[in-house]
Structures are given as structure tokens and as C-alpha cells.
């Protein structure tokens, strides 16, 4: 028999109800994924029976392999649905369905490079962008060339982008909305100057693409964003967001077949299998597609009609109600359901921790590019059933975070951290260090405070914050 020294395999078998019991212990301290308490990472509907569908049809796709459509026709005719609803509902195109918004990008991103040829390509986007341009630049080998934006409005502007173009750039990036703010980037104006370069502009929609055309017929003024746009050229669109499937449900659409062509990989330079590849994974379940797809038909037009109704009717009071909380003004104009607010009196990082201890979670968000810290909330088709708890716990809070005062961080610990070496630390060096600090990383240590992480990485130049993040990443999986 072969036994290891670790115990992380046990010798003999466990039932399933043995282990859904050691799963609802390791749950324990998890944030809940129901209910809109969580306004970040999850997205619930709050329809009945939605989610027991999406969830069957994921176990009924479960080890289906959609490494080879040939073998399992299922995938192809699922996808086709699902990514012809997407293109149904913005503007044509022809798609990939994908396992995420990153990948979604990733794919879009390499296609551009590949399509252009170029030697030395780069990109060209807003600072506020997805970060996931700059992770498929960094795979891709692309250089990433990033415009401010308006600092009252958080819109990039048509003239930044076009000076930041040269004949190397590859591809141009619109958001839609972006992701800090919820703002709609000016997309009629940054595809035309895109398209007069000669250079393809990408739309990305990860969050609002299944939610602005709902939010528009519910009687939102949502501008031109899709590909129905002359100069859009490929557009990201996530489900497991707005559209309320499971994770791991994306599409991306490109206006042109020959476009999507560039996003697949194939290799014959083996003796094996035929490798064939519309995504950067190989092998991988058709659960998510399953779920992508029984959720659609779910709740159908009928049911994201109403939807959009109430998560705009959500958002209006949620900004109403934050304008009303003294000392927090909301950032910009959102045209989505996405909310960020601050405050020039408190500090929104103490005013998250006293939240989180009322059991709900506002997402922080550190400053960067003149815009100041911020808290970040999402709201949901499940967000209008509680908007008077969110606001009375954002009300709440404030009123603690004034009393309690700003994170103090220790005198000297910024340049401590700005001139440590991070290489020469183990992760358990590291782990001591935060735990001089009263940060807890031990396993089980349940949710932290992070008023006080935040306030170190909000001080430290964007390029140190990565390097201490990946630090924590590290020892949290040691």
C-alpha cells in the first residue's frame, strides 16, 4: 500500500453525506453567496427555481468534455443558444462561448495581436479598464498603454486614446460600463478614431453587456455600446454576472469570422489526438455552459425585463439614500447598476470593517489615477428586496467609522514596506510581519479587518501593492 506522511487524502472512502457536512464546516466562515448581503462576486436574481434549474442542467453537464464537439454535439448546439442570444441582444457577431470575462478578453486580445502582425504591439485603454487586459497583455507580450480619464466624470475621452495610438497599437478599449464607477466609456467616439486608425476597438461588457439592453427597456438612457457601433470590433459579455448563470459563463463576440479565427489555436505537430482548441483551455466540463444555458431559459425576456426594472428602480434609491448619509458622496454618473461612493470626512475602509461586522460586504476599492479610495456596490435583481437594510447598515456604519476615526498605521511601516525585500522573506517570515500588524492569516481565522491592509496598500505606489498582494496570496495557500 502506498501511504504518504499528509493527511490531505484519507485511506479509505467517505460518503457523500460525511462530506457535504466537512464542506459545510469548511463554509463557515465564507461570506454568503444569497440574499444581496455580498455586493461583490455573486449575483443572485432572487427568482425561485432559477438557480435549482441552472444547478441540474450543470450536474447533467458535468463530465461532458467539450475538448471535442465532434464527440459531443450537445456542446456545440447548447452554445450555439447561448452565444446567439448574446448576439441576438447586442448587435450581431459571431462568438466563443468562454469560462470567464479574463478569458473572454484574453482571446479577444490575441486575435488583435494575431490579426495585426505587428512586432511590437500594444494596447491602448483607460485606466479604468478591467485589470484583465493587463494580465492578457502580460501572457500575450504586448505592451499596455493606459489614458487618464475625465476626473469628474471617470469617462475616457476619443482625443487620450488617439494619442496614446501609433502604428504598433493593435487594439483600443472601451468599457461599458467600467467596472470602478460604473460610467459608460464615449464607445461611438473611441471606435470612430479606433477606425480611422485602421485598428480594431474592443467593447468591454463582461459586466454590462446582459444588463444595459434590460436597464434601456426599463427605461434607461443607456448610449450606443455594442456591436451594432461602426469601428466595434469584438465585445466581452459575462453571464454568470448579469445574465445570473453560474460561474464560469462567458461570451465573446467579433464582428468579423476571420477575427474569430485568429482567437483558436490548433496543433498538428504531434503524433496524438487532434488538438483544436476556440478557448485557452483544452479539456474542460460542459457543466457551466449547461447552467449558462438552462438559466437563459429560465428566465427568458419576460424575466430579464423585470429584472432590469427592479435593479434599476434599486439603484435609484441606493444613490438617493447614500446622497442623504452625511459625509458619503457617490462617484460619478452611473449609467449601470454599479455604485461607488466615498467621503473626504471618513474613512471608507474603517466604514467597510464596521459593515462587515453587521454581516454585509462592501467591496474597497484603493485610489489610483486622482481618484480617490472608495467603496464599491453592486447591485443585483436581488438588491431592491433589502435596499432599506443596505442603507440603514451603510448609514450605520458611517456613524462607527466617524467615531471610530481613520486605520492608524504604525510610524515608519509605509517605508518599511516601500523598501523591504519582499524575495529574501519565506511566507512565513512574511505571515509574522502581518501579524505584527494584526493582520491574521492562519487558516480558519475567519473574515479579517481590513481597514488597516487597505490603508498600507492604498499608500503604497500601484507596482508595491502587487508585489505585497502576491506575497498574501501566497502564504494564505501555503
Known sequence: MIRGERVNLPDTGRT???????????????????????????YDSGRDGVHEAAARAYAEMLEVNCLDPTAFPSVVEMERQVVGAVADLLGGGHGIFTSGGTESIMLAVKAARDAAGRDRPNLVLPVTAHPAFHKAAHYLGLEVRPVPVDPATFKAGARAVAAAMDDDTVLVVASAPSYPQGVIDPVEEIAAVAAAAGVGCHVDACVGGWLLPWLRAAGAAIPPFDLSVPGVTSLSCDLHKFGYAPKGASVVLFADPATRRKAYFASAAWPGYTVINATVQSSRSAGSLGGAWATLQALGRDGYLALGRTTLEATARLRAGIAAIPGLRVLGDPESSLVAFTSPELDVFVLADEARRRGWYLQPQLSYAGIPANLHITVTGVTLSGIEALLKVIGESAAAARTRGPAVLPDGLIDLVVDLDLEALDDAAFAELAAAVGVDLRPGAGQPEMALVNAVLDALPAPRREAVLVRFLSVIYS
Not at 460525511?18 to 459545510?24: G, V
Request: no cysteine; aromatic share 4%.
Open 16 to 42: 457523500a453525506d460525511e462530506l457535504l457536512a466537512e464542506m459545510a464546516r469548511l463554509k463557515e466562515h465564507d461570506l454568503p453567496v444569497r440574499g444581496g448581503q455580498v455586493t461583490a462576486y455573486v
